[in-house]
């Protein structure tokens, strides 16, 4: 089977970027390259191309993107030409240079309004100008690369790198004695290194690695449910932090963006396809919390 050596991680210095460069040491048989926003800039559609007039990879992974979900409320041109038209570009030299190309998207493309996991076929409806603009990201893609990409929607991503919500309630959870947390949006946390190492899996994969496969969509988060509540109890404690949660709705804790009440996402299609096998939430959140307590 020919082995796909050259592997560029878009997106390095951001969470699952940082996992990958975490995890890159399990997987010697690769050449990893880490591209941060000084190598390339997604805001400046030339620096795209400079990049990769000067580097040729068999794999692309692109984990860059705009992430701030409220702030994208107010700066709608700089969410679309990083989520969209940069990945547009992006897909466009992968294919041009016959590179296969994997691309991060989100249950934000959902309005959340279902009452059973979502699963590829679901229809989409975003809430937001974040939402809008990853979903144009993954309708570019599948324009421009009918045969040699894979979209992943995942969601609740976090980590040891970054903020995110386990980082931040580590720090509110020993600042304050009691917090309130949102109860009626409900998903599934999902470990970046978990999705990075799925997505290693499915770079080894023999339909990857096989000439060329028909451009598909997949789902990853964690398995298991909870709410952004339950999420927050449980990390208070598995850390022993006393902090009491309150549950509150989230009309009562205002934002700019809209997030979806339910983004529960159905997994089947790429645990069948790849027979990749999917951690607890609970068991990954233990995972992360011991890896954060050793780096304090
Ligand atoms: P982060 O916000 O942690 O990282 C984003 C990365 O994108 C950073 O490396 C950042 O670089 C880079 N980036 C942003 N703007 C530019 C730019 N103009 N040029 C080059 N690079 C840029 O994101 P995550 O790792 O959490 O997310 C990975 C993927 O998962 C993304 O596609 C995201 O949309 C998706 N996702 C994330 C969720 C979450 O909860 N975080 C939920 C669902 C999906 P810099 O450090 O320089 O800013």
């Not at 591209?35 to 400046?44: A, I, K, S, T």
């Not at 705009?66 to 969410?79: G, I």
């Not at 009691?178 to 080894?204: C, E, K, M, S, W």
């Amino acid at each position: 089977m020919p082995k796909l050596k050259s592997i560029a991680v878009t997106g390095s210095t951001g969470q699952l970027g940082q996992s990958f460069k975490h995890i890159a040491v399990n997987y010697p048989c690769y050449d990893f390259t880490f591209v941060g926003r000084g190598d390339l800039d997604f805001n400046e559609p030339e620096s795209i191309i400079d990049y990769f007039e000067q580097h040729q990879f068999d794999v692309i992974i692109n984990c860059a993107a705009y992430t701030a979900v409220d702030k994208a409320e107010s700066e709608p041109e700089l969410a679309r030409q990083i989520n969209h038209l940069a990945v547009k570009k992006l897909a466009g030299i992968a294919s041009n240079q016959n590179a296969k190309f994997i691309h991060i998207s989100t249950d934000y493309v959902f309005n959340g309004k279902q009452y059973r996991p979502y699963n590829e076929l679901d229809g989409i409806a975003p809430q937001s100008v974040y939402g809008e603009t990853k979903l144009a990201g993954e309708q570019a893609i599948f324009e421009i690369m009918p045969v040699n990409a894979i979209v992943i929607r995942t969601s609740w991503v976090y980590s040891e790198y970054g903020n995110n919500f386990v980082k931040t309630m580590l720090r509110l959870g020993s600042e304050r004695d009691a917090l309130n947390v949102i109860f009626d949006q409900i998903g599934t946390p999902t470990y970046a290194q978990d999705l990075a190492t799925a997505i290693l899996a499915i770079v080894d994969s023999k339909d990857f690695t096989t000439s060329v496969f028909n451009s598909e969509l997949y789902h990853y988060s964690n398995e298991g449910v909870c709410s952004w509540y339950d999420f927050a109890k449980v990390i208070f404690s598995h850390s022993e932090i006393e902090c009491i949660v309150s549950p509150i709705e989230t009309k009562d804790y205002p934002t700019p963006a809209t997030r979806p009440h339910y983004s529960l996402l159905n997994k089947t299609k790429i645990k069948q396809h790849f027979n990749v096998t999917i951690p607890y939430w609970q068991d990954s959140l233990r995972k992360c919390l011991k890896n954060l307590q050793e780096k304090a």
